[in-house]
């Protein structure tokens, strides 16, 4: 079922109007990791409430627990859920966002104020502003898709549920526990889902993504004399922890990628031909990871295996040694304690416990090897599991639809390299097939200075939203 003509003229026919609903948003600084902007995080939440009882819904705010900022303990920003429709013929559609952002200072290197929506004085269309992109702009897609049909008397082709949250970029503390007491009150009777948190791997191409790399973050301890020694009395006299820790994170990952503990490389999952062929279809040149990092330092000039290698294959990252001299200058410290911080991107199979296992056992092994007399201890500090959906479903079919239908273009199939932890929340929880639906262009700039959206990804995401809830309406679930 193709679009209503008239929605898709009244979004056109309003984009000023857009523009300025999210100028107010992006003004409202709802940063949620800092003590002092506790009350505009409220405030955002609170917004949203005005904006959807106006156009309709049905509205609840949901304080879900404390939690401490700073020292003090505060409350944390309530979850806003609303729902427009209960037609038991029609299919029911849940929809995620998030209305904190990170923080942003001018001095931080930003060409306009943060928290002051600003068009591209150049003209190309691009509207500058923290939470732009991630998640104002999208979360105000389906406000935008709600006003249309309002205000043309228009019946939505699905019921739709909303929940949005005040705490993603913080932890989305507590959202799990939120998600499972309403499992079966306000999430029941959910058919699929959709996200709009991501973007599409380059700044041509819309996607629809069904997979996201998991995380397991390490640290590996290593303890020796009981205060930092120097190094013209004590050198060559001691085991230093330092260098047992080089020695170890020497073993980890080669300088090509390829991770060196056992076990983790055989638990992948095998490649199937249609997985294969999804990533050979992907648009995407090797100019494009050039030009995000700034060089040529790719480890391969095949695009299939760079693009396997960012989103399906494992990957292990060095981060940096806690307790070690890393000050400007000259410093002939033997440090006494040493952390070294590492992490895995998980895939499908690779599960957090099973390579923690393999991690904790290699490390250990390599570590008595060295004959050192110092103590070693490698942990998991935190993880989370890889998440994949099925690309075949029908949410999917029909957000492939609405995109050929809005952007004239065949989506590309993706997977994120990060990780989006609700995402796998809301699936597990709810047994329910995830759709991420991206808005934003690959370099809006997400969590960086200069954060972005295109006016043209604005107006567009918005139609795109509310075509894929037309074709949704209308394709089997077979």
């Given at each position: ?25 992006v ?12 009350k ?58 998030h ?17 002051e929506l ?25 406000i ?39 499992k079966?009150?306000f999430f ?15 700044t ?22 009981d205060?930092?020694l ?6 060559g ?11 170890l ?24 031909d ?12 090797m100019?494009?990871?050039h030009g ?22 494992p990957s292990?990252s ?12 000259s410093?002939?410290?033997?440090p006494c ?65 609405a995109?050929?239908?809005v ?20 699936a ?27 006016t ?13 809830m037309?074709?949704l ?6």
């Amino acid at each position: 079922m193709a679009a209503n003509p008239q929605f898709l003229k009244y979004v056109d026919d309003h984009q000023d109007d857009y523009i300025k609903r999210l100028s107010d948003a992006v003004a409202i600084a709802s940063v949620s990791g800092n003590l002092s902007y506790v009350k505009d995080v409220e405030a955002m939440g609170e917004y949203l409430v005005q904006q959807l009882t106006a156009l309709g819904a049905t509205v609840e705010k949901r304080g879900i627990g404390k939690h401490t900022l700073e020292g003090k303990e505060v409350d944390l920003p309530p979850v806003i859920i609303g729902q427009v429709g209960n037609d038991p013929k029609k299919k029911t559609l849940l929809v995620y966002g998030h209305y904190d952002v990170q923080p942003a200072l001018k001095e931080d290197g930003w060409l306009y104020p943060p928290f002051e929506l600003t068009p591209d004085p150049k003209g190309s269309g691009k509207l500058y502003g923290r939470g732009a992109t991630d998640d104002k702009g999208p979360v105000l897609g389906w406000i935008n898709v709600l006003e249309a049909h309002k205000n043309l008397g228009i019946e939505l082709p699905v019921n739709l549920k909303m929940c949005f949250e005040g705490m993603e970029e913080n932890g989305s503390v507590n959202l799990d526990k939120f998600i499972e007491s309403e499992k079966d009150k306000f999430f029941s009777g959910v058919d699929c889902m959709c996200i709009s948190d991501n973007y599409w791997l380059d700044t041509k191409t819309p996607c629809l993504t069904y997979g996201l790399r998991g995380i397991n973050y390490y640290e590996i301890k290593i303890n020796g004399p009981d205060r930092d020694l120097h190094s013209g009395v004590f050198g060559g006299t001691v085991h230093e922890p330092m260098t047992d820790l080089i020695a170890l994170m020497s073993k980890l990952v080669t300088p090509t990628g390829e991770i060196l503990i056992p076990g983790v490389k055989e638990m992948i999952a095998p490649l199937t031909d249609d997985e294969k062929a999804k990533f050979e279809a992907i648009h995407f040149s090797m100019s494009d990871i050039h030009g995000a990092v700034g060089g040529d330092v790719t480890i391969s000039n095949d695009t299939v295996k760079t693009l396997m290698g960012r989103m399906r294959n494992p990957s292990l990252s060095l981060h940096g040694i806690e307790g070690a001299f890393s000050a400007p200058g000259s410093k002939t410290v033997i440090p006494c304690q040493v952390k070294g911080k590492f992490s895995i991107r998980l895939v499908p199979n690779l599960t957090v416990a099973g390579v923690t296992e393999h991690v904790v056992k290699y490390v250990k092994e390599e570590f008595a090897k060295l004959g050192s007399k110092n103590t070693c201890d490698v942990y998991l500090t935190h993880g989370g599991e890889p998440w994949i959906a099925d690309p075949n479903h029908y949410s999917y079919r029909a957000a492939h639809k609405a995109t050929e239908a809005v952007y004239g273009q065949t989506p590309d199939y993706t997977r994120e390299g990060g990780s989006i932890p609700v995402t796998l929340d809301f699936a597990n929880i709810l047994n329910l097939n995830v759709l991420l639906l991206p808005v934003g262009r690959g370099d809006d700039g997400a969590h960086s200075t200069n954060e972005k959206i295109d006016t043209s990804n604005y107006i567009n995401g918005t139609k795109l939203l509310g075509s894929y809830m037309y074709e949704l309406a209308a394709i089997s679930k077979d």
